[in-house]
């Protein structure tokens, strides 16, 4: 039996990186999308080649809290187990705090850090009662070290690394581990939207002189939630060039 891993965004930028390099490992991923993305999920599955063993497409909406309650409850009753949860789903809504509005606020908090709440909470008992299971949350750099036009972004991100931490604390002596992905700059959609001035003045500053490749990232989650990241819990994985050291 393969290994079941629930990825949320996971044909996104850096979700769709993730679902591959975790499909060419061994797991069969349950990859999450919401209506608008339907075709280019379905799309993407395609041009990969993935068949229905290696890849399930799940309707569900990250920010609803009842419908993730619903749709992972009968998600673990027909796959029998998640054994890896990869939280990737997210947005930006930059802008100046003193421009931003409560809808730039509550939506990335919605989705980037709320949604945490929604997805892991059905799935950690099962991992718990199973004692085994592997949790990544996809933080960022800026929820480390703060962006100006950020707020709302750096607060979701730096409260998803507390979430890690405490949540860790609870699984450690069941043998499930929780672990952040702290990527810098990647080359995604995501990024691709910024202002072109800003993003070349921020790919100055990386000492490794380039962005991240979405392939960068899924390396070190794949090493998380390998056999070989066994013993690691809590910990925020950088993956930024060197843009910032803590
Ligand atoms: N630090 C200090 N001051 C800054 C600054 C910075 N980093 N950036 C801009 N400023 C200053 C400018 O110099 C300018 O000053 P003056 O008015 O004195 O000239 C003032 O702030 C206004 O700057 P902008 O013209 O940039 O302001 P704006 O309101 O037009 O745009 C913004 C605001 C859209 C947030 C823009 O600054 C921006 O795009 N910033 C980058 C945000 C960012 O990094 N987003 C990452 C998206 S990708 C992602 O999030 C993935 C990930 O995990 C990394």
Redesign the pocket.
Request: charged share 15%; no cysteine; net charge positive.
């Given at each position: 039996m393969k290994k079941v891993a629930l990825i949320t965004g996971a044909t996104g930028g850096i979700g769709s990186a993730i679902s591959s390099q975790l499909i060419n490992d061994g797991f069969k991923v349950i990859a999450t999308y919401i209506k608008p993305m339907y075709d280019h999920s379905v799309e993407w599955v395609k041009e990969k080649g993935f068949s229905d063993d290696q890849i399930r497409l799940l309707e569900l909406d990250v920010t609803k809290v009842d419908e993730c309650q619903a749709t992972l409850t009968k998600l673990l009753e027909e796959e029998g187990s998640v054994d890896v949860l990869v939280n990737t789903a997210?947005i930006?809504r930059?802008?100046?705090f003193k421009?931003m509005t409560a809808d730039d606020w509550q939506a990335v908090i919605n989705t980037n850090l709320n949604s945490v709440f929604n997805v892991t909470h059905p799935i950690f008992p099962s991992m718990l009662e199973k004692k085994s299971g592997r949790i990544v949350n996809i933080?960022?750099?800026?929820?480390i070290k703060g962006?100006?036009?950020?707020t709302n972004?750096s607060a979701a991100?730096a409260g998803m690394i507390g979430f890690t931490k405490a949540l860790a604390l609870e699984g450690a002596k069941y043998g499930v581990t929780v672990n952040a992905v702290?990527?810098?700059?990647?080359a995604?959609p995501?990024?691709a939207?910024?202002?072109e001035d800003?993003?070349d003045?921020?790919k100055a500053e990386i000492p490794m002189k380039r962005l991240a490749t979405p392939e960068d990232i899924a390396n070190a989650v794949a090493y998380l939630v390998s056999d070989a990241g066994a013993y690691i819990t809590g910990e925020t994985l950088s993956v930024n060039g060197g843009l910032y050291m803590h």
């Open positions: 997210g930006t930059d802008a100046q421009k933080t960022s750099v800026n929820g962006q100006f036009g950020q972004y991100k702290a990527p810098g700059y990647t995604t995501m990024v939207k910024m202002r800003v993003l003045a921020i």
